[in-house]
């Protein structure tokens, strides 16, 4: 099973061992993928759609693998019954992975890590980690088709960000310097200009605030990219 760039950065995060749950799994690459490859023992396939789930255990079936993965309907977390060790959410928007986790949130008791890809709210979702109790470890970003991906891993411990570009940007991929994430923020700087250019050609109450705004997104992105030096 061949993974996409994307989906190699999620099962990458997997520690070796592990009992996993997939959360929205759709076609069930990343469980078939560790599974085959003998990075994880066993894993359970989840999605709220049948068709999607259908899809996985057809996949699942044709490399062989049904008495090691199992695949369960359910709405998030729900219908977890068994004790597990790793949980990813990748795939989905950061709101729906925070409601994820809040309605499951008795599910996660004595789940050893988390992994979870947004792919919007990312600033909500690692406060939301520290919340409940889960402290990031490690991050990557990249780059697949064009469009920039951040994988997130927690384990649960108390942390919280003395800085709000932390959260904004990742404070693991500031301290390593991730190159991607610095490319990131040079094409949303020059985009941002762009942007404020325009609106201060614009007369209006709308665009004068909308410039603040903006002024202070150029700012906090100026500041990160000072960690590349």
């Known amino acids: 099973m061949m993974l996409s760039k994307r989906l190699m950065a999620v099962a990458k995060m997997v520690t070796p061992g592990k009992r996993l749950v997939d959360v929205g799994t759709d076609h069930g690459y990343i469980p078939i993928y560790l599974v085959q490859n003998q ?18 255990r057809e996949n699942i079936e044709r490399n062989h693998l049904n008495s090691s993965i199992k695949v369960r309907l359910s709405d998030g ?35 050893s890590e988390l ?36 994988v997130i891993k927690a384990v649960p411990g108390k942390e919280v960000y003395a800085k709000d570009i932390y959260y904004i940007y990742g404070k693991y991929l500031l301290i390593h310097k991730n190159p991607i994430l610095r490319d990131y923020l040079e094409k949303e700087l020059i985009k941002n200009q762009k942007v404020l250019i325009h609106l201060n050609e614009v007369n209006s109450f ?24």
């Open 206 to 229: 709308y665009a004068r605030k909308r410039a603040d705004t903006m002024i202070e997104e150029l700012q906090r992105a100026e500041e990160a990219l000072a960690y590349y030096g």
């Open 115 to 150: 992994i979870l890809s947004p792919h919007s709210e990312i600033r909500q979702v690692r406060q939301y980690l520290h919340n409940i109790g889960f402290k990031i470890i490690v991050e990557n970003m990249i780059i697949d088709e064009g469009k920039f991906y951040t």
């Open 77 to 111: 977390l729900t219908a977890l019954n068994e004790q597990m060790d790793s949980v990813v959410i990748a795939g989905m928007g950061g709101d729906l992975i925070i409601r994820i986790l809040r309605t499951g949130k008795e599910k996660l008791l004595g789940i």
């Open 39 to 56: 990075i994880i023992p066993y894993a359970l396939a989840m999605d709220i759609n049948k068709g999607p789930l259908e899809r996985a």
